[in-house]
């Protein structure tokens, strides 16, 4: 497939919050809204969950969807039509399974999108991270996008970064 377009900001702007606000309103039945983007995370800004998938081909990079365990608890919630409580009762591995499903379908969602525009790519698995104090660096030699959303209230910061060209 011949490229019809270059991989700009905005290109991966625009597709990633697409596919942000599909994930959301079909698994978590929310709105997910764009508040905005900077070059890096603001100075201080941790997480207590993350989850990454990598994408390879001829577009290359890493998402990573960075959240609070509050924000991380009530997806879980959302998602498995479960109360705080019951998702509580099942243990971490729950809210580890629908992180991972939630990244992994935002991230599949982003790179289909690259794909239809002529950049063929495949995804990893996902891998979930908790603990306090988290954060994300940065990938040497890669170009990064970081966008901050909301949904239902709560904040959430996707860092993607991609391979400079």
Same mark, same amino acid.
């Not at 996902?126 to 104090?133: A, C, E, L, Q």
């Not at 959303?149 to 991609?162: E, K, N, P, S, Y």
């Given at each position: 497939?011949?490229?019809?377009?270059?991989?700009?900001?905005?290109?991966?702007?625009?597709?990633?919050?697409?596919?942000?606000?599909?994930?959301?309103?079909?698994?978590?039945?929310?709105?997910?809204?764009?508040?905005?983007?900077?070059?890096?995370?603001?100075?201080?800004?941790?997480?207590?969950?993350? &989850?990454?998938?990598?994408?390879?081909?001829?577009?290359?990079?890493?998402?990573?969807?960075?959240?609070?365990?509050?924000?991380?608890?009530?997806?879980?919630?959302?998602?498995?039509?479960?109360?705080?409580?019951?998702?509580?009762?099942?243990?971490?591995?729950?809210?580890?399974?629908?992180? &991972?499903?939630?990244?992994?379908?935002?991230?599949?969602?982003?790179?289909?999108?690259?794909?239809?525009?002529?950049?063929?790519?495949?995804?990893?698995?996902?891998?979930?991270?908790?603990?306090?104090?988290?954060?994300?660096?940065?990938?040497?030699?890669?170009?990064?996008?970081?966008?901050?959303?909301?949904?239902? &209230?709560?904040?959430?910061?996707?860092?993607?970064?991609?391979?400079?060209?």
């Amino acid at each position: 497939m011949a490229v019809t377009q270059p991989i700009t900001d905005t290109l991966i702007q625009e597709t990633f919050v697409q596919a942000a606000r599909n994930v959301s309103q079909t698994m978590l039945r929310r709105e997910a809204s764009f508040v905005g983007r900077s070059i890096e995370p603001a100075p201080g800004k941790n997480y207590e969950v993350i &989850g990454n998938v990598g994408f390879a081909g001829e577009a290359n990079g890493i998402v990573y969807l960075c959240f609070s365990d509050e924000f991380a608890f009530h997806a879980a919630s959302l998602l498995l039509g479960m109360s705080r409580g019951e998702v509580e009762m099942h243990g971490p591995d729950v809210v580890k399974d629908a992180i &991972g499903e939630l990244t992994n379908m935002t991230a599949g969602g982003f790179k289909n999108q690259l794909c239809d525009l002529g950049f063929p790519c495949k995804l990893t698995l996902p891998t979930i991270v908790r603990g306090k104090n988290l954060s994300v660096a940065a990938i040497k030699s890669a170009h990064r996008h970081v966008f901050e959303l909301t949904c239902d &209230g709560h904040t959430f910061v996707a860092d993607i970064q991609m391979k400079a060209e």
